[in-house]
């Protein structure tokens, strides 16, 4: 059984830039979850996907985005960055079955620097 | 909007102590609690799943209860390791917002 992945591992952006973080679902899960964690923080929610749709979203302005496809990876794209977008970018999948929603298994994360 | 609180932040402990990490939240309907570990710089490890109609759950040398209506959990960690070093997060899922809310976890230090 292959647990998330996540890419890239590190990622050194300018303010204004766009940024595109990839996540691989672990096998059998069909939802995705993309996490912000900024150093000493607990994570932060930015939104989920089921079944190729946004099914939940985070106090996150517009300008982050996402993507879920076929095969259950992900995107998660940051449009105008800002220095405070400088974080640990997680994802965790999970598999959802109405009303209960089940475990989450994270992955390793993606540390963004924004310069 | 469900808030996690999470005390002590830091706790340094001699090594083969027995610890208990505390975790509270505002709102008390939830879906579940998770407890995670979380080493240096490193993605999210779980190590405990109690849904909301379970009192309790265990894992090797580790324990976590869930009282829901007073919106608290505790994990106890026995005989501590120099490996149990790390930072301890807890989460709950509450079934309006459909996500994982964390509180800012403690910063565990077991010393040898």
């Known amino acids: 059984e292959t647990g998330v992945t996540q890419s890239p591992t590190h990622l050194i952006k300018t303010r204004g830039q766009q940024v595109t973080l990839r996540c691989s679902s672990q096998?059998?899960?069909?939802?995705v979850s993309w996490y912000q964690q900024a150093l000493g923080q607990g994570p932060q929610f930015i939104f989920q996907?089921?079944?190729?749709?946004?099914?939940g979203r985070g106090n996150f302005p517009p300008r982050f985005s996402g993507l879920q496809f076929p095969n259950y990876s992900s995107e998660l794209n940051v449009n105008a960055l800002e220095l405070d977008d400088s974080a640990l970018y997680l994802c965790?999948?999970?598999?959802?079955?109405?009303?209960?929603?089940?475990?989450?298994?994270f992955g390793p994360g993606t540390r963004l620097t924004v310069t | 909007k469900q808030e996690v609180t999470q005390i002590p932040a830091a706790l340094s402990v001699p090594e083969g102590e027995n610890l208990v990490l505390n975790c509270s939240f505002t709102?008390?309907?939830?879906?579940?609690l998770q407890w995670f570990r979380q080493d240096p710089g490193k993605g999210l490890t779980s190590l405990l799943l109690i849904q909301s109609s379970q009192r309790e759950q265990t894992s090797g040398r580790l324990n976590a209860s869930l009282d829901k209506s007073s919106g608290r959990s505790t994990l106890y960690i026995a005989a501590s390791q120099p490996g149990d070093s790390a930072t301890y997060l807890c989460a709950v899922f509450s079934g309006s917002a459909r996500q994982l809310t964390f509180g800012s976890g403690t910063q565990l230090t077991v010393l040898p």
């Open positions: 965790a999948s999970s598999f959802f079955r109405e009303p209960y929603p089940q475990e989450q298994y």
């Open positions: 096998s059998g899960h069909n939802t």
């Open positions: 709102d008390s309907a939830i879906y579940n």
């Open positions: 996907y089921y079944r190729e749709e946004e099914n």
